[in-house]
């Protein structure tokens, strides 16, 4: 937890965000393609993020 408290200080003072992905998704690479899209205000599979 303190390593991920000092990642967030570091990406904050280089205006970065950080984007924290659970475990059961890391292997899911069209769920984070789209995750991406979808932060970046491009177009993305709605079903993937309608829960």
């Known amino acids: 937890m303190e390593s991920d408290r ?4 570091l990406l904050n003072s ?3 965000k950080l ?3 659970p475990n059961q998704y890391v292997k899911h690479y069209e769920f984070i393609r789209e ?4 932060i970046k205000g491009g177009t993305y599979q709605k ?3 309608d829960y």
């Open 35 to 38: 995750l991406i899209n979808k």
């Open 19 to 21: 984007i924290l992905i």
């Open 14 to 16: 280089k205006n970065l």
């Open 47 to 49: 079903t993937l993020f």
């Open 6 to 9: 000092l990642k967030a200080q």
